[in-house]
């Protein structure tokens, strides 16, 4: 069911990333998403970044549709549908998240449902640069550990947020590992935590259409699995038999397209 809100206010987050809050009330497991619909623009699939009261978008603007949600201000018509998807599950007492770019809205709605529930978060957060950095103090405020890395050494490790986690589960253990992010990153998390037998859960991105299961466009390679459906959020074993992950993604035609 298509449900409509306004636009209650727009934060800046970063130069590129904004954080949309709507006047509408979207009870949600971390890691779930909406379809979100601008009229006469598009409908896309947002993961909720402040699920509750006044629903929370957090959004990269890049394309036609960032672009138009970025211009969107206090008491504009925007439509929903969902939440949808699986999200993620919380095991153990002591978890890492390891996330990259705008792959950490889902992560940070788990850091702070985690520690409502008394669970000891460990996320480390990697960006281009210093202030593409996302959701470091909400995570702090939240009580979580916050390690850093970024690409040009600007804040944190210079680096990426694996050689974070490389070094840091050589010294520490987790319960669990939960990831999103860009899919290179993820292959190696997966590679990581495997090799530290530590189960892990990846929120997958693919192109959406439908969003609830029916036209299949988001369906994975070898399972068949549907990102929109069975996902977005994945175990570490579930991802080990999608012979795409890592490989390729399909476009919204169903060409498939390499991932750089
Ligand atoms: C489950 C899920 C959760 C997401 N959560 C967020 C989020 O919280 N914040 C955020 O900024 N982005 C999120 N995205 C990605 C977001 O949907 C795309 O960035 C957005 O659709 C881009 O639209 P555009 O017109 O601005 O850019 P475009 O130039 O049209 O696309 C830019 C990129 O977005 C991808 N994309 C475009 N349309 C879709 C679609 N219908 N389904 C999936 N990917 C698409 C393209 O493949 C391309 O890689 C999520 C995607 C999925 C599948």
């Known amino acids: 069911m298509m449900r409509v809100a306004r636009v209650k206010e727009v934060v800046r987050e970063t130069p590129r990333i904004k954080t949309v809050f709507l006047d509408a009330e979207v009870k949600a497991e971390p890691?779930?998403?909406?379809?979100?619909?601008?009229?006469?623009?598009?409908?896309?699939?947002?993961?909720?970044?402040?699920?509750?009261?006044?629903?929370?978008?957090?959004?990269?603007?890049?394309?036609?549709?960032?672009?138009?949600?970025?211009?969107?201000?206090?008491?504009?018509?925007?439509?929903?549908?969902?939440?949808f998807g699986r999200g993620f599950e919380l095991e153990g007492r002591r978890i890492l998240l390891v996330g990259g770019g705008v792959g950490m809205p889902p992560l940070a709605a788990l850091a702070d449902r985690a520690k409502e529930e008394g669970t000891d978060v460990t996320a480390i957060v990697g960006a281009g640069t210093k202030e593409e950095l996302l959701f470091v103090d909400r995570m702090e405020g939240a009580g979580a550990r916050v390690l850093?890395?970024?690409?040009?050494?600007?804040?944190?490790?210079?680096?990426?947020?694996?050689?974070?986690?490389?070094?840091?589960?050589?010294?520490?253990?987790?319960?669990?590992?939960?990831?999103?992010?860009?899919?290179?990153?993820?292959?190696?998390?997966?590679?990581?935590?495997?090799?530290?037998?530590?189960?892990?859960?990846?929120?997958?991105?693919?192109?959406?259409?439908?969003?609830?299961?029916?036209?299949?466009h988001c369906a994975m390679d070898r399972t068949g699995a549907r990102v929109c459906k069975e996902g977005p959020v994945f175990t570490g074993e579930e991802v080990a038999e999608l012979t795409e992950f890592g490989k390729y993604r399909r476009d919204a035609a169903g060409a498939r397209i390499p991932l750089q």
């Open 31 to 83: 890691g779930q998403f909406v379809m979100l619909w601008l009229p006469g623009v598009d409908e896309k699939p947002m993961s909720i970044a402040y699920p509750g009261e006044d629903v929370g978008i957090t959004f990269l603007v890049h394309g036609p549709f960032t672009t138009s949600l970025a211009r969107a201000g206090p008491g504009d018509l925007v439509g929903f549908r969902g939440p």
């Open 148 to 216: 850093v890395a970024t690409d040009d050494g600007s804040a944190g490790r210079k680096g990426f947020a694996t050689d974070v986690m490389e070094d840091l589960l050589a010294e520490e253990s987790f319960d669990a590992c939960y990831t999103c992010g860009p899919e290179v990153m993820m292959v190696k998390v997966l590679e990581l935590a495997r090799r530290a037998k530590m189960p892990v859960q990846l929120s997958l991105e693919r192109y959406m259409k439908c969003g609830f299961g029916i036209c299949g």
